[in-house]
């Protein structure tokens, strides 16, 4: 009687523990996609980007409010994304019946906890590079370009992708994402109990090219700047 309450206690936790995966999961799948539409800019030039990055910064101590939310947040999911994944690995070895929604066993799906893993360092390491980086100092005055005057938000991100190191963490970091989203959005619906189990095919279609044209978007983004630098003059078009 004891292992059996034991047991349901257990299966209970755990679902409470899912749905918050579930939920902080869709609150920075949300974030990921504003982000990458914002993000996208670049390619319209400094004035465009630098326009939404004076509207983001217009927000005051909102928009920290809204960082800080974020950060806990993904703190929240990966915590306890890595204790569901201990406790799962218990269960298993105590032959529990523990369920929780994997899908068939993909490369995303193998993958989610390391992917996460990068994906949080690499949150830090935006962090300090862009939010926390001097705008307006000589980190964002693109040699040659508008009369070797800062070019604020656009320069610094544009001479971050000079050095091909940064550009392959950031790819790489990219494609953590897009692999992280491409089982996160379809196992998330499952979860908070939107879609059936056996609706989950064409949520996992529909979430691999989700998480395809993240990975794709962000990035296209250091690729190009690279490009751009080392192959057509080194300055912006």
Same mark, same amino acid.
């Given at each position: 009687?004891?292992?059996?309450?034991?047991?349901?206690?257990?299966?209970?936790?755990?679902? &409470?523990?899912?749905? %918050?995966?579930?939920?902080? #999961?869709?609150?920075?799948? @949300? +974030? $990921?996609?504003? !982000? /990458?539409?914002?993000?996208?800019?670049?390619?319209?030039?400094?004035?465009?980007?630098?326009?939404?990055?004076?509207?983001?910064?217009?927000?005051?101590?909102?928009?920290?409010?809204?960082?800080?939310?974020?950060?806990?947040?993904?703190?929240?999911?990966?915590?306890?994304?890595?204790?569901?994944?201990?406790?799962?690995?218990?269960?298993?070895?105590?032959?529990?019946?523990?369920?929780?929604?994997?899908?068939?066993?993909? &490369?995303?799906?193998? %993958?989610?906890?390391?992917? #996460?893993?990068?994906?949080? @360092? +690499? $949150?830090?390491? !935006? /962090?300090?590079?862009?939010?926390?980086?001097?705008?307006?100092?000589?980190?964002?005055?693109?040699?040659?370009?508008?009369?070797?005057?800062?070019?604020?938000?656009?320069?610094?991100?544009?001479?971050?992708?000079?050095?091909?190191?940064?550009?392959?963490?950031?790819?790489?970091?990219?494609?953590?994402?897009?692999?992280?989203?491409?089982?996160?959005?379809?196992?998330?619906?499952?979860?908070?109990?939107?879609?059936?189990?056996?609706?989950?095919?064409?949520?996992?279609?529909?979430?691999?090219?989700?998480? @395809?044209? $993240?990975?794709?978007?962000?990035?296209?983004?250091?690729?190009?700047?690279?490009?751009?630098?080392?192959?057509?003059?080194?300055?912006?078009?």
């Amino acid at each position: 009687m004891s292992d059996e309450f034991s047991l349901r206690n257990r299966l209970s936790s755990t679902v &409470v523990k899912e749905l %918050t995966v579930g939920l902080t #999961g869709l609150m920075l799948v @949300l +974030f $990921v996609g504003a !982000h /990458l539409a914002g993000n996208i800019l670049i390619y319209a030039g400094p004035a465009s980007y630098n326009a939404y990055a004076a509207k983001l910064q217009a927000m005051g101590p909102l928009l920290w409010f809204m960082r800080l939310g974020l950060l806990a947040a993904f703190v929240t999911h990966i915590g306890m994304a890595i204790n569901l994944d201990i406790v799962n690995r218990q269960a298993r070895a105590n032959r529990y019946a523990v369920n929780t929604y994997l899908g068939r066993k993909t &490369v995303a799906t193998r %993958t989610m906890l390391a992917s #996460g893993i990068i994906i949080f @360092l +690499f $949150v830090l390491v !935006h /962090l300090y590079d862009f939010a926390l980086s001097d705008k307006t100092g000589p980190a964002s005055i693109v040699p040659g370009a508008n009369n070797n005057q800062s070019l604020g938000l656009f320069g610094l991100v544009w001479n971050s992708f000079r050095d091909p190191v940064r550009v392959l963490f950031y790819v790489t970091a990219s494609c953590a994402v897009g692999f992280h989203l491409s089982h996160a959005v379809a196992s998330v619906w499952v979860t908070v109990g939107v879609l059936r189990d056996e609706d989950t095919p064409v949520a996992d279609l529909v979430a691999r090219l989700l998480g @395809l044209a $993240v990975a794709v978007g962000f990035s296209s983004i250091p690729i190009y700047v690279f490009v751009q630098i080392h192959f057509f003059g080194g300055g912006p078009t």
